[in-house]
Every structure is written in C-alpha cells, then in structure tokens.
C-alpha cells in the first residue's frame, strides 16, 4: 500500500501543489539516479520509464524518483516518488533517448510540472 506524504522543497522539487508518495523500485543493472521519471508497471512497483516501449509493460509517465536508490541486487521498497508538483527540470533525468521534452505533457497531466 502507498502512503502519501509531503518533502520538503529543494533544487529538484520547486512547489506548487506537492504531493509525494512512497512504493518498490523494481530491481536495474545500474543504481536509480534522484529525478528520474519512472513508470508504473504494477500496483505499486516502478522501474525507469521508457518511450522506446523495449517491453510490453505500459511506459509512460507516472512519478519522478526523490532519492537515489541502489536496486542492483533486488528491488526496493519504500522509495520516496513525486506524484506532483513544480519540477526543476534541469534536475529531471531520462534515460536516453529520451529528454524531459518527451515527457513534458504526460507529466502535466499528471500535475507535475517541469519549471
């Protein structure tokens, strides 16, 4: 089950009307960075969110990552995510080839947006 619980600002959250939340990162070959756009891909399990669609999983936007997180042996829970909010975009991280312009219109949908 997700909690829903509200940071405080810093360079990467601006304001606006944050709300945050915690779930499971699914496990990656490389540690998560604080920033990155993740997708959902299950109840509450998120991984990094891809416009490529390399996997059949649904990808696209649902919450930016607020820690760094290594989930190279398993998956972690109780990471904190962004559910909206003002964004610096500068400290918005995409995995290639994507850019936070990919992103852009998912993420307002969703009331995040990147400033």
Do not use: F, W
């Not at 990808?59 to 607020?66: F, G, K, V, Y």
């Not at 990471?79 to 909010?85: E, N, P, R, S, W």
Request: a negative charge; one cysteine or more.
């Amino acid at each position: 089950m997700i909690t829903e619980e509200v940071n405080s600002y810093d360079l990467l959250i601006l304001g606006g009307n944050v709300k945050t939340s915690r779930g499971t990162l699914e496990q990656s070959e490389t540690p998560y960075v604080r920033g990155t756009v993740l997708a959902k891909l299950s109840d509450d399990l998120y991984g990094v969110c891809k416009s490529d669609h390399e996997t059949e999983v649904n990808q696209t936007p649902n919450c930016i990552l607020l820690e760094d997180v290594d989930a190279t042996e398993s998956s972690v829970d109780n990471i904190a995510i962004l559910l909206a909010g003002d964004v610096e975009t500068s400290q918005v991280v995409t995995m290639d080839p994507d850019t936070t312009d990919t992103h852009k219109e998912s993420l307002r949908a969703l009331s995040i947006y990147l400033k």
